[in-house]
């Protein structure tokens, strides 16, 4: 078996990208799998990338954001033995198999920490861009906030730049001065320059992709969007022979895909009471955040 | 300069370049030799490769020429980016507002739809520096910046599509499409397209006096005056003439290669242009084969990556390598090569001579 | 009151997003004064910031991370020196393509030096200066006597290359070879010394630029983190007229607006996030129109000079 | 005694084209050394390998007694070697002061300089206005800018190519008489000049060159003009050619000629508010050659300007054959057959990076001639500029060739030619023979007169006094903006003349 990735930005990122490709080479290595991978690729090149890896013969080539859902649609169909997954897009094809996560769910969640944590009344997001998966978390984000403390004060900036540190660390700097005591950032490399403002100002901030607390521990919570292990465990029926043209969403179900990190440990036991009963609630059904 | 030299210097360059450039892929650990393989092949030398390659050089080819154009009038447009994008954007919404024309209406207007947002766009800088003196470098580089934003906020606004994951709006209706030329790939008529805009303007620049004349204010504008060609009009007639040549690299992204609009959908070929523009010594007949080398190299550089896993930060060490070494393959007069032959030569007689010296003495 | 914190903030901000515009720009300055594109401070700023943060990685010495940075700035300075005064390559050409090199080498070097989880090796870097009683003071205090060193050095090297430029003999003579090199060389200056000296010098200060990023604000390298500043600062260039402090004032200009974009994001949530985006090119934009730069560059710049061609 | 200077076997090539060739000279100091030569004779070459700016094939300089490399002109001034170039090489966008002072050692640049260079200036008579910047400068006044700046670095050798060539008359003695001075101080001067009688005032001994070689160093005394001539054209007999010159001349009746051009109470005023041209009114007929004669920077550039349409008169009119053309466009006027040779060959009069055949062609492109089924012909232009070329004698007689390789003669010439041809009501020439020999000079008078007898009026602005008299048929004086006075050039002396030209405003009604 071989697998591709192709991702939009930089495999070093300490976001997204990397998670992508950490992800596919992890399971790659673990399942016996031979993974390649191209990073940075731009849009007029999707369609370019992603057939020549079908025409090499691989067997699964992977489009790592919802940006690729397009060119993978036009590929697939000119590559119908080839296996394409989208991570993040939208829709199924025979051959399109796509991965996503319920963004709004696990923002959710981290709204709920944020918003009992806030001394302030203020809380912030920081994303770059605005689309589908980011909207979902912001709105996902606000609702558990909502649900926390209802007048909590959410502040959203968008810094249109993914990978932008100082960006990312003025967008930051600029929240807190606002009165905002905890923060989110959301992007990829940009993330690491909210994070040093949280740092610097004594706030506290909310981790993506990965239980961040190891690497700052003024983090609250993380909402872990394992790339990795989504990816792990679709791999493993591709490996079986078994991935279809479905639409496989992780959400707090799939524990190796989606789950909280590490509570900090200023957090009282009845947040984190609180949190693990929601969380309960969302696999049980009972609690439905939309969008869904 | 004889042309022989002239193929012998790039050759040299080039060989320069990719030794420069083998070091580091050995240092990420591949085969140089393997991956130069790569990189030659699967630009031109197989088809889907020359495809690739095909694809790409539309819009650089375009936006070279939105470059020389105005350059050759004396305006520095750094501003093909942003026409490329209203150019798309133009283009675009002509194309989804007005979805069932028979396609050979439907393109026509399209183009026509995306020349005109282009050369808007490029109509803003040309007035204000034909009227008002405004520099127009910075006016063209500033607009860049806005259009992408204007765009982002077309796609993720007004333009979404239905249930998108991502900014981008709904597909152009089939009759639209450019046609594909090479079976089984994307490679569409763009190319072809810029190959017939290239033969018209260098005739118009060579063989009519409107051109002749556009030439003159680039390259003295007080003798310009002197022959009576009014240089504000001018500089408006090239900047338009540029914005639409980029608009219409825009619409043919998004009607041959996209089939929507996107977000972020030129890869910088604004800027390509400039250097598209400069390889050919702003000569348009010369910009294909200058675009067709960018391309190239763009596209087999990628390969490098997919076929043998060179990392990407290497290949775009090798891509500005050898843009550097061609492009001083084709202007340096006195090479650097010639003069170390000529002070070795020195030397070596030097030797001789003292060597013969000691002999007698 | 709350409108002069406010005020005070927005101040400070300006001055953190501005100062590298305004070294790369200044550096833009003093190569283009000398007959000279500089095309390739995107890619100095990235070299600068590479060797800032390797220096000061390997050494945990900020001050050593601040030498390297500059030295990486020479070099790369130099290199395009030489492709643009001896190989005489299209300066335009030469600067794009030093862009990508550099950044793909500096890619490339990170990922070797700092092992694939790049942006998570922090370094040391230089804290803010507080001036006593000064940096208390209402508005002015937070943004002028509360920086880090390196903003008093860009003020510094400000008024050195005004002086320099618009005071010194040497600095007339590097103009007239911005001017008209032939008249210059005919006159005795050593043209191509001359030019290679501002081609190096640009080049460091567009480093100090990449410095200032890593030592200064965010203490990490980055693949790409000049994120379009280098040609921000072309603009500044312009904007500025060629001067030193035209220049910086410009490029500080563009950081007050970019520093009050996101103040305005807030305030006004329902307006597309694009628009803000746009409002530090739009109000250059509108800067440039109002003040009429008419001012052109050196008449003989980005032209290669040729001794014996007429 | 060694000679102070010794250059042997000098070897220059462009390309093709061999501009010096074995070029061997000696010379000592406290000598005045003239070079003729015919346009493209090689004459700058050789200057420009002396300073430093071209790097001779072959050969050596020595200087003393000891070889110097003259690999730059920085390392050549620290020799004490000076320059004027025939094209000034002046940084436009700096005041006359600091183009004076670049390059010179710091301690030399003091306020002393600024104080030694207005000495300079009121020394050699010339007027300098030191607050505006060089683009600002009337010709005249960039010409002095270029001399004081050599002028002003105490040089030991000195070389002057075609100083004189825009200065006006009164300046001449003054700057010959500077020079003189120098060289009884012991300087070493090098005099490129294609004015017999300025090499004769001036010169020691003369060093004819004749393509690229040195055909011979004469004493000046004792040598013949006809024979420097001679040496000079090679083959040609010179004294004929300027005999035939002479004898041709025949003054045109034109009294009962149509007006070809009426200028009527001209004014005009730049928007510092300064009054440039001052209620000028002025007839051309048909057939006729009016000079204009006055001190340069007095109008006559502006008037020639106005009158082909590049600046806009504030007021006053202006017919062409009976038309009015006051507020027609510069095309028009092309179109209306007005020729016009500018004064700044380098500024508008060419396009230097264009061939040759394509600067034939460009100020009127789309006439019929160039055009051939709505299409520009390059054929067409290849043969008339052939043609051209070959009439006027112009080397390298390559049309493709750039105009930026020709030597300034051949420049002007090309201008000349392309005005001359395209001018069928009105020619108006500035300066027309700046920086032509003399057999060159001569033609060019001679093809003005022959335009002039075919009906078209031609308006002769030039500051050499002695040309203007030579070939008019009446001769208007300019000072300050205003015509001081019209004379008949048979029965007017020089005297008159020049106290026309300085007339003072008030004098003048
Ligand atoms: N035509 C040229 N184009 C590009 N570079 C040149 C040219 N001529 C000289 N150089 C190089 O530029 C540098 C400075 O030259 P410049 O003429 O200013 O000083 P120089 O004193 O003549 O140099 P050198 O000491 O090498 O003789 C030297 O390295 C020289 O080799
Ligand atoms: N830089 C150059 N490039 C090409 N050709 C040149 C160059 N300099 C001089 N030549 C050629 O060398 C020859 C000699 O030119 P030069 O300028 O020395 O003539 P000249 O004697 O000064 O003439 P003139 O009296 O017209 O000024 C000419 O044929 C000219 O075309
Ligand atoms: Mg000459
Ligand atoms: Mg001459």
């Not at chain 1, 009165?179 to 950032?185: R, S």
């Not at chain 4, 490129?192 to 001036?202: A, F, N």
Request: aromatic share 8%; glycine share 10%.
């Amino acid at each position: 078996e071989r697998a591709a990735i192709v991702m939009p930005g930089s495999i070093s990122d300490n976001g997204w990208n990397q998670a992508g490709f950490e992800g596919l080479t992890k399971a790659g290595e673990a399942l016996g799998f031979e993974a390649a991978f191209s990073e940075s690729v731009h849009q007029p090149e999707q369609i370019e990338v992603l057939s020549d890896y079908a025409r090499r013969g691989y067997d699964l080539v992977i489009g790592h954001g919802g940006e690729f859902q397009d060119a993978v649609e036009r590929v697939a169909a000119r590559f119908p033995e080839t296996m394409f997954m989208v991570n993040n897009g939208l829709g199924t094809k025979d051959n399109i198999a796509n991965a996503d996560f319920y963004f709004s769910q696990i923002a959710y969640l981290m709204g709920y920490v944020a918003g009992s944590m806030s001394d302030t009344g203020t809380i912030g997001i920081i994303a770059a861009q605005q689309f589908k998966f980011t909207t979902d978390t912001v709105v996902g984000y606000e609702a558990g906030a909502k649900a926390a403390n209802p007048d909590v004060r959410v502040l959203v900036t968008w810094t249109g730049d993914w990978d932008d540190i100082t960006k990312g660390k003025e967008a930051a700097l600029n929240q807190i001065s606002q009165g905002a005591d905890v923060l989110w950032p959301t992007m990829d490399s940009a993330t690491l320059g909210s994070m040093q403002a949280v740092q610097e100002k004594g706030v506290y901030g909310i981790g993506i992709y990965r239980d961040a607390i190891n690497e700052w521990p003024e983090i609250l919570q993380s909402a872990i969007l394992d790339v990795r292990g989504n990816m792990r465990s679709y791999l493993e029926l591709a490996a079986a022979g078994k991935l279809e043209g479905a639409l496989y969403r992780a959400d707090m179900g799939n524990e190796l895909a989606m789950r909280i990190g590490s509570f900090h440990p200023d957090i009282p036991v009845d947040v984190v009471d609180e949190v693990n009963n929601l969380i309960e609630a969302m696999k049980s059904g009972t609690l439905v955040v939309n969008p869904q | 300069m004889n042309r022989f030299t002239m193929q012998r210097r790039i050759a040299t360059a080039l060989l320069l370049a990719l030794s420069v450039g083998g070091v580091l892929i050995l240092l990420d650990g591949h085969n140089p030799f393997e991956a130069y393989k790569v990189l030659f092949l699967e630009s031109f030398l197989n088809y889907w490769g020359f495809s690739n390659t095909l694809v790409k050089a539309s819009p650089m080819l375009l936006a070279g020429l939105a470059v020389i154009i105005p350059m050759r009038a004396g305006v520095f447009n750094i501003g093909g980016e942003g026409q490329i994008y209203i150019g798309g954007l133009f283009g675009a919404v002509f194309a989804l507002a007005i979805p069932d024309l028979p396609g050979l209406l439907g393109v026509p207007l399209i183009f026509i739809a995306a020349a005109a947002g282009g050369a808007f766009w490029a109509a803003i800088p040309a007035y204000l520096k034909a009227y008002r003196g405004t520099n127009e470098v910075i006016v063209t580089l500033l607009m860049n910046f806005i259009a992408i934003h204007i765009v982002s906020y077309a796609v993720a606004g007004p333009l979404l599509a239905e249930g998108a994951p991502y900014p981008y709006s709904e597909e152009v209706s089939d009759a639209y499409r450019l046609p594909i030329l090479m079976p089984q790939s994307d490679t569409h008529a763009g190319f072809v397209f810029g190959l017939g805009m290239t033969i018209i303007l260098y005739f118009w620049l060579r063989f009519t006096p409107s051109g002749f004349q556009l030439d003159l204010v680039g390259r003295n504008v007080r003798a310009a005056a002197y022959a009576g060609v009014d240089q504000k009009k001018t500089i408006i007639r090239a900047m338009l003439i540029g914005g639409s040549l980029a608009g219409m690299a825009g619409a043919i992204e998004v009607i041959g290669l996209k089939y929507r609009l996107f977000h972020l959908f030129s890869d910088g070929y604004g800027y390509d242009g400039i250097v598209v523009a400069f390889l050919a010594a702003l000569n348009p007949i010369v910009a294909p084969l200058t675009a067709l080398f960018l391309a190239g190299l763009s596209a087999g550089a990628g390969t490098m990556q997919r076929a043998i896993g060179v990392d990407s930060s290497v290949i775009e060490v090798v891509e500005g390598l050898v843009v550097v070494f061609v492009a001083a393959a084709l202007v340096t007069p006195r090479t650097t090569s010639k003069s170390i032959l000529k002070l070795l030569a020195k030397n070596l007689r030097l030797r001789r001579q003292t060597q013969r010296q000691k002999k007698e003495a | 009151m709350i409108d002069l914190v406010l005020l005070g903030d927005v101040l400070a901000v300006t001055a953190r997003l501005g100062t590298p515009i305004a070294f790369a720009a200044l550096g833009g300055v003093i190569a283009e004064r000398g007959g000279l594109y500089n095309i390739g401070l995107e890619g100095q700023i990235l070299a600068g910031a590479l060797g800032a943060a390797a220096g000061s990685f390997a050494t945990g010495s900020a001050v050593i991370g601040l030498g390297c940075g500059i030295n990486c700035g020479l070099i790369s300075g130099l290199l395009l020196g030489y492709m643009s005064i001896r190989l005489r390559i299209n300066q335009l050409v030469g600067g794009i393509a030093l862009n990508l090199l550099l950044a793909g080498l500096t890619a490339f070097l990170s990922r070797q030096i700092f092992g694939a989880q790049a942006g998570g090796a922090r370094v040391n870097g230089f804290s803010q200066i507080d001036f006593p009683f000064l940096s208390d003071l209402p508005v002015v205090g937070p943004s002028l006597f509360s920086q880090d060193p390196l903003f008093y050095l860009l003020i510094g090297l400000a008024i050195a290359a005004w002086f320099w430029l618009m005071k010194s003999h040497k600095g007339l003579d590097q103009r007239a070879v911005g001017e008209n090199p032939k008249a210059a060389d005919l006159a005795g200056v050593p043209v191509f010394r001359m030019q290679y000296l501002a081609i190096a010098v640009s080049g460091a200060l567009a480093a100090l630029a990449g410095v200032h990023l890593v030592l200064s604000q965010v203490y990490v390298f980055a693949e790409g983190m000049s994120a379009g500043k280098g040609f921000i600062a072309l603009a500044a260039i312009i904007l500025g007229r060629w001067s030193p402090i035209g220049a910086i004032c410009a490029a500080l200009f563009f950081g007050f607006c970019d520093a009050v974009q996101f103040k305005l994001q807030f305030t006004s949530p329902e307006i597309p996030y694009q628009l803000f985006l746009i409002l530090p090119y739009f109000a250059s934009l509108i800067a440039l129109v109002v003040l009429g730069a008419k001012a052109s560059a050196p008449a003989s710049v980005g032209l290669p000079y040729d001794r014996e061609h007429r | 005694m060694d000679p102070f200077l010794k250059v042997t076997g000098i070897d220059k090539s462009f390309g093709a084209v061999r501009a010096l060739h074995n070029v061997n000279l000696l010379a000592s100091k406290g000598e005045c050394i003239a070079i003729l030569g015919e346009n493209g004779a090689g004459k700058t070459t050789f200057a420009s390998v002396l300073i430093g700016l071209y790097q001779p094939d072959n050969g050596e300089i020595k200087l003393g007694g000891t070889p110097v490399s003259v690999t730059s002109p920085a390392k050549v001034i620290e020799h004490g070697i000076g320059m004027i170039h025939q094209h000034f090489s002046l940084v436009g966008a700096m005041t006359a002061e600091e183009n004076i002072l670049i390059g010179l050692p710091s301690t030399k640049r003091g306020a002393e300089a600024r104080a030694r260079i207005r000495q300079l200036c009121s020394d050699f008579d010339f007027n300098v206005d030191f607050d505006i910047r060089v683009t600002e400068m009337p010709v005249g006044m960039k010409q002095r800018v270029e001399i004081l700046k050599a002028l002003f670095r105490d040089v030991s050798i000195l070389i002057l190519d075609e100083p004189t060539s825009v200065l006006a008359p009164t300046e001449v003695a003054p700057f010959l008489k500077g020079v003189r001075k120098l060289v009884a101080n012991g300087c070493l001067v090098f005099f490129i000049s294609h004015k017999l009688d300025e090499i004769r005032e001036i010169a020691d001994r003369v060093m004819v060159m004749r393509h690229g070689r040195v055909e011979g160093v004469l004493p000046v005394a004792t040598t013949p003009m006809a024979q420097m001539s001679a040496l000079m054209m090679g083959e040609k007999p010179t004294s004929e050619t300027v005999g035939m010159a002479k004898a041709k001349k025949v003054r045109n009746d034109t009294s009962s000629a149509p007006d070809a051009l009426v200028v009527s109470d001209v004014c005009l005023i730049d928007p510092s508010g300064a009054e440039i041209l001052q209620d000028l009114t002025l007839t051309v007929k048909a057939g006729e050659i009016l000079g204009i004669a006055g001190i340069d920077g007095n109008g006559q550039t502006e008037l020639s300007e106005v009158i082909t349409g590049l600046r806009r008169q504030t007021s006053g009119a202006i017919h062409l054959n009976g038309t009015e053309i006051s507020s027609a466009s510069i095309a028009s006027r092309i179109a209306d057959g007005i020729g016009f040779v500018p004064e700044d060959r380098h500024a508008e009069g060419l396009v230097l990076s264009l061939s040759v055949e394509e600067n034939m062609a460009f100020r009127s492109i789309s006439e019929d001639r160039f055009m051939s089924g709505g299409l520009i012909s390059r054929r067409a232009i290849h043969e008339i500029a052939s043609d051209a070329i070959a009439a006027f004698d112009i080397r390298p007689s390559d049309p493709k060739l750039n105009a930026s390789a020709l030597s300034g003669g051949n420049q002007q010439k090309v201008v000349l030619a392309r005005e001359v041809a395209r001018a069928c009501n009105l020619l108006v020439v500035v300066q027309p023979t700046k920086g032509l020999d003399i057999g060159a000079t001569e033609f060019v008078q001679n093809q003005i007169r022959t335009v002039a007898q075919s009906g078209v009026g031609v308006l002769y602005i030039s500051t050499e006094l002695e040309h203007v008299l030579d070939i008019s048929d009446r001769v208007a004086v300019m000072a300050f903006g205003r015509i001081t006075g019209v004379v008949d050039p048979e029965n007017t002396t020089l005297q008159d003349i020049g106290l026309l030209m300085t007339a003072a405003p008030e004098e003048v009604q």
